[in-house]
């Protein structure tokens, strides 16, 4: 029998890891698209809303392997963020009133870790009440001035206040890609708009 699930790997062309992670992730990555912001049939692993820190959400933090992610939400939602077109495994984990979304870089083995963690409700918050819909005017009241940047038409703040946690802003109103690239070149963060809020928490390494 396991003669024949080898060869069965191989002839599909699939790499080993991402074939032995198949039990868990849907062979068709388009069917289960783990997407900030849309709602998933997630089971609740807390009954508590957890508070967002410069690290973590409550047990989920980046760098937790899989067998740390199953162990603080055993029964996750398992399935695929496309990123550039590309297709990651994750979880979808439902803490309170809050869903996350762990981005792994494999299924199995030692790259079976989440790097990231993305976070678009608005149920999350700081200590100091900010989270996914605050206005940046907020944050920079509370944690001094971002840096900005610009990539795949998104735009980023982050603050040297609170490391491992970013934001990608909602796109300002009128602008497009080329005014946003040249705005983090050109600009500095006061000329935002007072009004840009916070669209997604990205907890990263």
Same mark, same amino acid.
């Given at each position: 029998?396991?003669?024949?699930? #080898?060869? @069965?790997v191989?002839?599909?062309?699939?790499?080993?890891? #991402?074939?032995a =992670?198949? *039990?868990?992730? !849907?062979?068709?990555? /388009?069917?289960?698209?783990? +997407?900030? =912001?849309?709602?998933?049939?997630?089971?609740?692993?807390? $009954? $508590?809303?957890p +508070?967002?820190?410069?690290?973590? &959400?409550? !047990?989920?933090?980046?760098?937790?392997?899989?067998?740390?992610?199953?162990?603080?939400? !055993?029964?996750?939602?398992?399935?695929?963020? /496309?990123?550039?077109?590309?297709?990651?495994?994750g &979880?979808?984990?439902?803490?309170?009133?809050?869903?996350?979304?762990?981005?792994?870089?494999d $299924?199995? =083995?030692?790259?079976? +870790?989440?790097?990231?963690? #993305?976070?678009?409700?608005?149920?999350?918050? $700081?200590?100091?009440?900010l989270?996914?819909?605050?206005?940046?005017?907020?944050?920079?009241?509370?944690?001094?001035?971002?840096?900005?940047?610009?990539?795949?038409?998104? @735009?980023?703040?982050? /603050?040297?206040?609170?490391?491992? @946690?970013?934001?990608?802003?909602? /796109?300002?109103?009128?602008?497009?890609?080329?005014? #946003?690239?040249?705005?983090?070149?050109?600009?500095?963060?006061?000329?935002?708009?007072?009004?840009?809020?916070? *669209?997604?928490?990205?907890?990263?390494?």
């Amino acid at each position: 029998m396991k003669k024949t699930t #080898l060869l @069965l790997v191989f002839s599909l062309g699939l790499p080993l890891s #991402l074939a032995a =992670g198949q *039990g868990r992730w !849907p062979a068709d990555q /388009f069917s289960r698209q783990l +997407v900030p =912001g849309k709602l998933l049939p997630a089971e609740s692993c807390r $009954t $508590t809303t957890p +508070v967002l820190t410069s690290d973590s &959400l409550g !047990p989920l933090r980046p760098g937790m392997t899989l067998a740390e992610l199953l162990r603080a939400c !055993p029964r996750p939602y398992y399935g695929w963020h /496309f990123e550039e077109g590309i297709a990651e495994p994750g &979880l979808a984990i439902r803490l309170g009133r809050v869903l996350a979304l762990a981005m792994l870089r494999d $299924t199995l =083995g030692s790259k079976a +870790v989440a790097y990231r963690i #993305l976070i678009a409700d608005t149920s999350a918050r $700081t200590i100091e009440g900010l989270g996914p819909g605050s206005r940046l005017a907020d944050m920079i009241a509370a944690w001094g001035p971002p840096h900005i940047d610009a990539a795949e038409c998104s @735009l980023y703040a982050w /603050f040297s206040t609170r490391a491992h @946690l970013s934001w990608i802003m909602e /796109f300002p109103r009128g602008w497009d890609c080329s005014h #946003l690239e040249r705005f983090v070149t050109d600009s500095a963060p006061s000329r935002l708009p007072g009004t840009l809020r916070a *669209g997604l928490a990205i907890l990263s390494q």
